[in-house]
């Protein structure tokens, strides 16, 4: 067991080094628009699997995918939202700025760093990007999040909400902010449409 755990890792670093991130080569924003948010007409609760969803807000953004993550440890999230995607808009949809992250996630949180002086001022970062829960509200919508890849420009619809367990004392909370930064600060969206542009 031990050496199939090696095995997997030398393959998965060669896999990474033979196969780096795509170079950001565009010039200018590719995603101009912030995102929109409403509280109007909001549904009601609905239940999925063992779970209430609770919508707190409307919500539709184009952005350019700055990371995608997978996650399948059996954790109760990730059976509600399989994939994460840090999503970028404004000054983060322009190659120029992009090229001096290093953006990475894992554990739920979206990671961004820089050598030097920073591509833009750090509170432009906080606010023109963000590490998204995505729960897709069918299957028409996971193919489609299956599909994206790094750098796509997407256009993503439904609601920001709140997730619930019935059974047992466990929620989930999004973000109705792009303002905020740390623990509780990504958004739990409930995605309804997905286009890759």
Request: glycine share 6%; hydrophobic share 40%; charged share 20%.
């Amino acid at each position: 067991m031990k050496d199939l755990l090696t095995l997997s890792v030398i393959l998965l670093l060669g896999w990474a080094l033979l196969h780096p991130a795509p170079k950001a080569d565009w010039h200018g924003q590719r995603a101009p628009q912030d995102p929109q948010q409403t509280v109007e007409d909001l549904p009601s609760a609905w239940d999925l699997k063992n779970f209430t969803v609770t919508p707190r807000a409307r919500y539709s953004i184009q952005a350019l995918v700055l990371s995608k993550h997978s996650y399948w440890a059996g954790l109760p999230e990730d059976s509600l939202a399989y994939y994460d995607l840090a999503l970028g808009w404004g000054p983060l949809s322009d190659a120029a700025v992009i090229s001096r992250l290093d953006i990475s996630q894992g554990g739920r949180w979206y990671q961004y760093n820089w050598s030097g002086e920073p591509p833009v001022d750090p509170g432009a970062i906080i606010t023109h990007s963000a590490n998204n829960h995505i729960i897709p509200a069918d299957q028409e919508v996971f193919r489609t999040i299956e599909r994206i890849k790094r750098y796509d420009v997407v256009t993503l619809e439904g609601y920001l909400v709140d997730v619930a367990d019935r059974k047992r004392d466990w929620h989930w909370s999004t973000s109705l902010t792009r303002a905020d930064s740390g623990g509780g600060s990504c958004e739990l969206f409930w995605v309804t449409s997905a286009v890759i542009e």
